[in-house]
């Protein structure tokens, strides 16, 4: 059996051809029904998202050339595009090129942001839908659980998605390098914006243990504050909440600074020197940049945290190398059990193979052991096969052992990983 | 037993590459192996003090070799707590390079004749005084790292780099909790390790004070720390201030650990009997 890939992804078609393409779960399920015949396609599964479109199948070695070329055809007729449309954009891999690109997409190495996690959960989809179609099968199974398992590795033995490349989420990152742990701290949310929300959100999800919501128009930051289980602050006692908190996150629309050096200075008589981590995602700017000077304040504005990202994006890229590294092992780990699993069908032939080698010995020199009985006949037949029986069986045996080390079902699916960021 | 003490130095440097490896690409499976090797070394080092203690016949922290070996041995002790307790991996990177040359140091320096050291066996207070000094040091070597760290982290965070430094060093609440932490083990240490040594010093000669370089340094690094904590407990001082005293304690600290090297006084033993000055006087503290 041979894997075929063929597909486009952000780097190949622009959105208007991705959209043309896109499958929804029915879509996939009719389209893998009509592209697997059991001749030609044997196996299908389409990974549909907003990046990508690819369709994974297993199809008989000798018609490799004849499979690619349907599996193509199949999405031009699906989507009733132009001939030719698709030319420059799509493309496909076969064996262990299309079984590295399966590996690098669910191992996130492939996605517009290195180390993102929810490619995982799309293919995993993507498998379940062709689970339910009933279009995977032996090789797609197998070659979907060690996706399952090189993802996972690379995700626990690389740091791809261990530093935050999202705005709402810097929150986070920045305050653990201040207090290590957000657990029994407070936040200040100045300003009741969507990425208030979404960094409360992320900061909720990281302990911290009580959210106040300051705004100039109270009603917003009380529904806020109460969606959060915190408290609003009017807006003029601003003071007060920088003295409790130790997370600020500044988001209004405000023309001129919200928190000034001279406010900082008396917030700070009530803090005794307990460390504050500002951060001011608005433009203009809301915290006054003289505030830094304050010590054991820290301040970062946007373009700080853009500096953040773009650094730990470069970390994640230098992680990505080693990540192709083990993909790279894994490519070939997956090649080798693919042909130990070609060996399956072969163990209960050759034994097949062997007693037949017995029964045609016994023919050939029938005619030497003269007059027999039926009786007799039998007892010698089943002789000579017990004996090739007997001494085929341990190596038999040991070919089976070997087989089933590498059968699917034997090989844990990995567990859902939830992941608080992105 | 110089071969478990070369043993456990070999130790040390696999730990030592292996932390400063884990430091640069932050692989958890290369601070394993340098985990594992800092508690196989401890082992070997701790057997090699027990074997000198049973061998030579004294409490194995009197030359200066054996002060240098009993230092890295609390060092290591210190360090395996740390990173058992503050999981403070980066420490490794720099406290175990200073650890291996501290054993390799111990390893070719000559001892002095046995018979200074037996002088001082007899009593059981001067063990007592040096080992709970040695383990002061120790404790004011963390304070210094971790005020090191915090200085390097804070910078960062100031000036807003977001390099290397940024993603491996430690938060800044931990590196404060750890050199505070540090602090008061170290003072602690350091007031009973100079009472005992007044009490020993008084049985020799009815003396407690001998106006002795390094009995004014150890004075003056006392006063240090115990300002420090006085000023983070009371004042909540913190920060920048608060790290650049854990760092000039440990030069205080150092002063005292070699004045005597340098200046002499109450504290050099043996010098003019010995003729082998350099590995004998270097050794008493």
Redesign the interface.
């Known amino acids: 059996m041979s894997i075929v890939l063929v597909g486009v992804n952000h780097k190949t078609a622009p959105i208007e051809v991705r959209e043309l393409l896109a499958f929804s779960d029915e879509a996939c399920a009719t389209g893998l029904r009509q592209l697997v015949d059991g001749e030609v396609v044997r196996e299908g599964l389409i990974v549909s998202t907003c990046n990508r479109v690819e369709i994974l199948s297993a199809t008989a070695p000798d018609q490799l050339e004849h499979g690619t070329a349907r599996i193509a055809e199949f999405l031009d007729n699906d989507r009733r595009l132009p001939a030719d449309f698709l030319g420059q954009h799509i493309y496909s891999h076969r064996d262990e090129e299309a079984v590295r690109h399966l590996f690098r997409v669910a191992s996130s190495l492939d996605s517009m942001v290195v180390g993102e996690p929810q490619v995982l959960g799309q293919v995993r989809h993507a498998y379940s839908v062709a689970l339910q179609a009933g279009t995977a099968g032996r090789i797609l199974n197998r070659l979907v659980h060690h996706t399952f398992r090189v993802a996972k590795r690379v995700r626990t033995?690389t740091?791809i998605a261990a530093?935050a490349v999202s705005i709402s989420y810097m929150a986070v990152e920045?305050g653990?390098?201040?207090?290590?742990s957000l657990k029994n701290h407070t936040v200040l949310l100045i300003g009741a914006g969507e990425m208030a929300e979404l960094s409360a959100r992320h900061l909720l999800n990281a302990g911290v243990s009580r959210i106040l919501v300051a705004n100039r128009t109270a009603d917003a930051a009380q529904k806020l504050a109460s969606e959060f289980g915190g408290a609003s602050v009017p807006f003029d006692e601003i003071v007060t909440a920088l003295s409790e908190a130790d997370v600020v996150l500044c988001s209004t629309a405000s023309p001129t600074f919200v928190i000034t050096e001279e406010l900082t200075r008396r917030a700070f008589e009530k803090r005794?020197?307990?460390?504050i981590c500002m951060i001011d995602i608005s433009v203009p700017r809301n915290i006054d940049p003289n505030v830094?000077k304050v010590?054991?304040v820290?301040v970062?504005d946007i373009d700080?945290l853009e500096?953040?990202i773009s650094?730990n994006i470069r970390?994640r890229e230098r992680e990505a190398e080693r990540a192709e590294l083990i993909v790279q092992s894994e490519v070939m780990q997956f090649q080798q059990s693919l042909r130990l699993m070609d060996m399956g069908p072969t163990i209960g032939a050759l034994r097949e193979k062997f007693q037949e080698m017995a029964r045609t010995e016994l023919q050939r020199q029938r005619r030497q052991l003269g007059e027999l009985s039926k009786e007799q006949e039998a007892a010698i037949e089943q002789l000579l096969i017990s004996t090739v029986n007997k001494i085929s069986h341990p190596v038999l045996n040991q070919m089976r052992r070997f087989y089933e080390a590498s059968d699917p079902e034997n090989i844990q699916e990995p567990s859902e990983s939830s992941d608080p960021e992105e | 037993m110089k071969s478990l003490l070369l043993a456990a130095l070999a130790a040390y440097l696999i730990a030592a590459i292996h932390s400063i490896l884990a430091f640069v690409n932050?692989r958890?499976?290369v601070q394993r192996v340098a985990e594992w090797s800092i508690a196989v070394g401890f082992i070997l080092h701790t057997c090699a003090l027990i074997f000198d203690w049973a061998i030579d016949g004294h409490y194995p922290l009197f030359f200066l070799r054996e002060t240098l070996s009993f230092l890295a041995w609390a060092l290591v002790g210190a360090y395996a707590i740390i990173l058992y307790r503050y999981r403070a991996e980066a420490l490794g990177a720099f406290t175990m390079p200073l650890i291996s040359i501290l054993t390799f140091i111990a390893l070719i320096v000559r001892s002095g004749p046995q018979d200074t050291a037996a002088a001082f066996s007899t009593t059981w207070l001067f063990p007592i005084h040096t080992t709970l000094l040695i383990f002061a040091y120790a404790a004011f070597f963390i304070v210094f790292m971790a005020s090191v760290m915090y200085l390097l982290?804070e910078r960062e965070?100031?000036l807003?780099t977001?390099?290397a430094i940024?993603?491996r060093l430690?938060?800044?609440?931990?590196v404060n909790q750890l050199a505070t932490t540090s602090a008061i083990f170290g003072l602690t240490l350091l007031t009973l390790g100079i009472a005992s040594g007044m009490v020993w010093s008084s049985a020799r000669d009815g003396r407690i004070w001998h106006n002795d370089p390094k009995e004014i340094f150890a004075l003056l690094t006392w006063l240090l720390y115990f300002l420090l904590l006085i000023y983070r407990s009371s004042?909540?001082?913190?920060?920048?201030?608060a790290a650049w005293l854990g760092v000039a304690g440990f030069a205080l600290v150092l002063c005292t650990f070699f004045g005597t090297r340098l200046l002499g006084g109450y504290h050099v033993f043996g010098l003019a009997r010995s003729p082998t000055f350099l590995s004998t006087s270097l050794g008493k503290r």
């Open positions: 033995e740091g530093n920045l653990k390098k201040i207090f290590d005794r020197n307990h460390p830094g010590p054991n820290f970062f700080d500096s953040v650094s970390e | 932050k958890r499976s982290q965070l100031k807003k977001f390099g940024f993603h430690p938060s800044l609440s931990t004042a909540n001082w913190r920060g920048r201030n």
